[in-house]
């Protein structure tokens, strides 16, 4: 959702609301939603003017989150100071980052003067209030994903799937060839293939992919699956899908093969990279350009998943092209 005025901010926080009674949240988390929902929005009008808020439910097969997303590119802040209660550059009361974290099961802000802020709020269903850990996330794997249609078209030709167990996470990233629902098919239909075995060797993984695919539109598809008691990285992708491996000090490719899934012969060579637990996988589409670098963003690869993904989207999505971009971390060795 575009946000350029306050008449908008009553717009997302019914949106935001109509999402969580959509997942049965109780009234509650609905109410706590829509504070959230409104304090991001008003942040957006007072501060930067003008900027986004994205909207999603995560899954996890245990439970449903509420993510909300506020992107800008305005003057920036000084988040430290900000989360106080009464700091205020607006001539408000100053509790409005304040008031976010204590609401939020998980809270993070990222901001660089002169270059804008992106701010990352979940609510997790029967989560307990004032449970936010700035920059920390939850225990044990933290992940960020966002994946959005082009403008014009309602569905997405891009999926993503990420599935965990002890030791191991599984990652996936497909982009259905072109636009609108016959991409979006191709790409759900990657991602069933995927989660019905999702921690097989990548390779043996998109050779089921291919043949799940054949006879439709196709399809552009990576998997990683991340072995932290072996600290290794195991990777095969197909198309124009970007994987790296990012940690503080640098970041490094892994390697897709040309084709498309379903539609021509598979070149299904997996490779092997070593991966260290504080170090974390970059997965994208080609509706985001792979000229990107952490260096150019200091402090942002402390901040949580969601916050990178965040940031990453705003400065490197292509304006003609679906987008997905997933940021994956952490998991028990």
Not at 63 to 87: L, N, Q
Not at 156 to 170: H, K, M
Not at 206 to 232: F, I, P, T
Request: net charge neutral; glycine share 12%.
């Amino acid at each position: 959702m575009q946000v350029e005025d306050a008449s908008q901010v009553g717009d997302c926080r019914r949106a935001v609301q109509r999402l969580a009674q959509a997942h049965e949240f109780d009234e509650t988390l609905v109410g706590r939603a829509g504070i959230i929902a409104t304090e991001l929005a008003n942040n957006l009008v007072r501060h930067a003017k003008r900027g986004e808020l994205l909207l999603q439910a995560i899954h996890d097969g245990l439970s449903i989150t509420i993510e909300m997303v506020t992107i800008d590119r305005g003057p920036g802040m000084p988040v430290e100071r900000c989360m106080r209660d009464g700091y205020s550059t607006a001539g408000t009361a100053g509790t409005g980052l304040g008031a976010i974290s204590r609401l939020s099961s998980m809270f993070d802000v990222y901001s660089l003067d002169g270059q804008g802020t992106v701010a990352v709020s979940r609510i997790e269903k029967q989560a307990a209030p004032g449970s936010a850990r700035q920059g920390k996330g939850p225990p044990g794997l933290e992940f960020g994903a966002i994946s959005l249609a082009v403008v014009g078209e309602v569905e997405c030709g891009d999926a993503w799937r990420i599935a965990a167990r002890s030791g191991s996470t599984a990652i996936l990233v497909a982009d259905g060839i072109g636009h609108g629902p016959l991409a979006a098919t191709a790409a759900s239909a990657a991602a069933v293939a995927f989660s019905a075995r999702p921690f097989e060797a990548p390779s043996e993984a998109m050779q089921r992919l291919h043949h799940a695919l054949s006879g439709g539109r196709g399809a552009a598809a990576a998997c990683a699956l991340v072995n932290l008691a072996n600290a290794k990285l195991s990777y095969c992708g197909v198309g124009n899908i970007s994987g790296t491996v990012i940690s503080a000090e640098k970041s490094r490719g892994m390697v897709s093969h040309y084709g498309i899934l379903g539609a021509q012969v598979l070149r299904k060579q997996q490779f092997e990279y070593p991966i260290a637990a504080q170090e974390r996988v970059v997965m994208h589409s080609d509706g985001m350009s792979a000229r990107w670098s952490m260096t150019d963003y200091p402090g942002l690869y402390m901040r949580h998943a969601a916050v990178i993904a965040g940031v990453l989207y705003r400065d490197h999505a292509r304006p003609r092209d679906d987008v997905t971009v997933v940021v994956v971390s952490g998991g028990e060795p």
